[in-house]
């Protein structure tokens, strides 16, 4: 029985990314401050797409050849300077995103995003505590071997990502096989910290809630730690993110 | 006052030690499950030294050219054909080890030493459960920034080298600074196994757990999860570990 389950991995850092088959995989981006929280928000809000760029001119090129488009992204934390906008989910309410597509430049999740797609993926969807139930409901009923990739900040492994990755293995983890000590760390965390995931991160000091917080970032942190509050699906097709769920 | 305590970071696993700089810090090799738990019993008993070796014929051709030498090592968790004695810390009793020099070689502690070394680290020394409070003590009376370095399986984060990691902190974490999610998580997870190591790897599911229970290594695992049965510190010299305390 445990043999015909398909096998869940945590992938801690990009930078242990090359360790993994991610062919005929699943591969979770998770970049929960605040990457993935922002793409799930604007498709929930009716972006069209989200297309991940890896360089800032990268955003501005395609920015101005795309009608309608709207060019953001942060380096460091902060909007990038040339950007019209940053990386908070709530500067794309409904009414500003609705039909248009988002070019979004990050440090961290874009590029793994384009790492996973490089080695091939199976699938390349994203994560984030507003999309939890969505995430897990598709990786179950897919039934194929899944990685949950967390962004980390530069490479160094991040206690949010690694949260996110526990929750999903808290909620369907079961139906997988985890030959996985990441996995299981993960999870362990997510267990002590799921009561009040805020308090957590204040309590643990960590690094990525003190730089947001120094932005005045709180309510931010507080959205992007609440599960299900956009839950919808987004896929990338090889160049844009865009919800699979109706 | 913050700013005059050194720095403490981990490294969950090898492929992440680029991350960081080594220079001016001591880095701590943390292979548990049993590398450094072998070495510092070893030492603990009275050999003269422990020559660490990459590969297998290196530790053979190493072991034919130094008199009354042991040549020892595991590959995948078992002896490594051509060599006389694996990786157990009870395969060297006084009897048999005193005064002479075990060259040794791992699947991963090894490997992580002479990264550190060909990176400029400033002191290296080997920590395991059996030489906790010797590590403890000599990071503290040192005063360098740390970093705690976990030799993982095959640059895999494992859950026993980690909780080595949160081991140390939760003794000596105060007097450093810590900006680092990987020793959040560390003292975390060390804390909510610290009463009972075994039965969290047991339950934990724990890879190298299985992989020894399997070999029939209960007794081993025991050992080396159990704190200060061998109470010296294993310092390199750039070509051999040798005890630094009386």
Redesign the interface.
């Known amino acids: 029985m445990t043999s015909n389950r398909p096998s869940l991995h945590t992938i ?2 990009p ?2 990314l ?2 993994y088959d991610v062919t005929d995989s699943i591969v979770v981006i998770i970049d929960v401050l605040r990457a993935t929280s922002t793409i799930t928000t604007a498709l929930y809000n009716g972006a069209a797409s989200v297309i991940p760029v890896d360089t800032v001119s990268g955003a501005i090129q395609l920015g101005q050849t795309l009608p309608d488009s709207i060019t953001a992204g942060e380096r460091d934390g902060r909007v990038a300077e040339g950007l019209a906008h940053g990386n908070s989910p709530f500067e794309y309410p409904t009414d500003f995103v609705r039909g248009r597509t988002l070019v979004l430049t990050t440090t961290n999740g874009t590029k793994l995003l384009h790492m996973a797609l490089e080695k091939g993926a199976g699938e390349i969807i994203t994560g984030s505590f507003p999309n939890l139930s969505a995430v897990c409901t598709h990786l179950l009923a897919s039934n194929k071997n899944v990685l949950l990739g967390c962004a980390a900040w ?6 949010e990502d ?1 949260l996110f990755a526990g929750a999903v293995i808290d909620r369907i983890g079961k139906a997988f096989t ?5 996995s ?2 993960a999870h ?2 997510y267990r ?1 910290a799921k009561d009040d995931l805020f308090g957590y991160m204040r309590d ?5 809630y003190h730089r947001l917080m120094n932005y005045g970032l709180e309510k931010d942190i507080r959205y992007c730690l609440t599960p299900d509050g956009a839950n919808i699906l987004p896929v990338f097709d090889g160049l844009r993110l865009v919800n699979k769920l109706p």
């Open positions: 801690l850092s930078a242990l090359h360790l530069k490479d160094r492994v991040n206690l690694t985890m030959n996985c000590d990441s299981h760390m362990s965390l002590l643990q000091d960590a690094s990525h």
